[in-house]
T-cell receptor, first 115, second 113 residues
């Protein structure tokens, strides 16, 4: 079965550079979530999109922005990178069906290292 | 403010025995709970979930129990196998799972052959 695809899998950037992370949800899933997992921490919610509209926002820095495109893939744009942005970034997708429970399925993650 | 807590950072269990992982939550708006298994540098893998209208859900070797009054859930794995060794995250959501997940801090399970 098709899973969530994230690219790139690894990314190394210098401080103050920009980075773009991509997420391709499971086919027919219309909702995408982004999470950040720092070393030794649990995943923290950043932002989510439902049907190409932002649906919720968590502890996402103003330097970060994201969007969901017409084909439902999503991109997380990170500017003015800081050392503290080094983390694993996960994308998850779900198919939102009213009145039903909907599990989120995660991609393999992008490991971002800021030097 | 940790709304989902896993108080045991690690757990070691003999192969073939039962593994019990615990999770507590504080937010009464949570109505959907999930367990994920995670290996290093990989994404969380969905294991099993439970809605707040149930108190038990079974899937093969995995059973999740929910005690709403105590705001407590547990994952039972029986029999435990070496391949079960991983970090297990408890997660909670509101609105039937149509909202963000709030994760616990994880429990590292080691199955001893």
């Amino acid at each position: 079965a098709a899973g969530v695809i994230q690219s790139p899998r690894h990314l190394i950037k210098e401080k103050r550079e920009t980075a773009t992370l991509k997420c391709y949800p499971i086919p027919r899933h219309d909702t995408v979530y982004w999470y950040q997992q720092g070393p030794g921490q649990d995943p923290q919610f950043l932002i989510s999109f439902y049907e190409k509209m932002q649906s919720d926002k968590g502890s996402i820095p103003d330097r970060f922005s994201a969007q969901q495109f017409s084909d439902y893939h999503s991109e997380l744009n990170m500017s003015s990178l800081e050392l503290g942005d080094s983390a694993l970034y996960f994308c998850a997708s779900s198919g939102r069906i009213a009145g039903e429970n909907n599990e989120q399925f995660f991609g393999p993650g992008t490991r971002l290292t800021v030097l | 403010d940790q709304q989902v807590k896993q108080n045991s950072p690690s757990l070691s269990v003999q192969e073939g025995r039962i593994s019990i992982l615990n999770c507590d939550y504080t937010n009464s708006m949570f109505d959907y709970f999930l367990w994920y298994k995670k290996y290093p540098a990989e994404g969380p893998t969905f294991l099993i979930s439970i809605s707040s209208i149930k108190d038990k859900n079974e899937d093969g070797r995995f059973t999740v129990f929910l005690n709403k009054s105590a705001k407590h859930l547990s994952l039972h794995i029986v029999p435990s196998q070496p391949g079960d060794s991983a970090v297990y995250f408890c997660a909670a959501s509101a609105n039937f799972g149509n909202e963000k997940l709030t994760f616990g801090t994880g429990t590292r399970l080691t199955i001893i052959p």
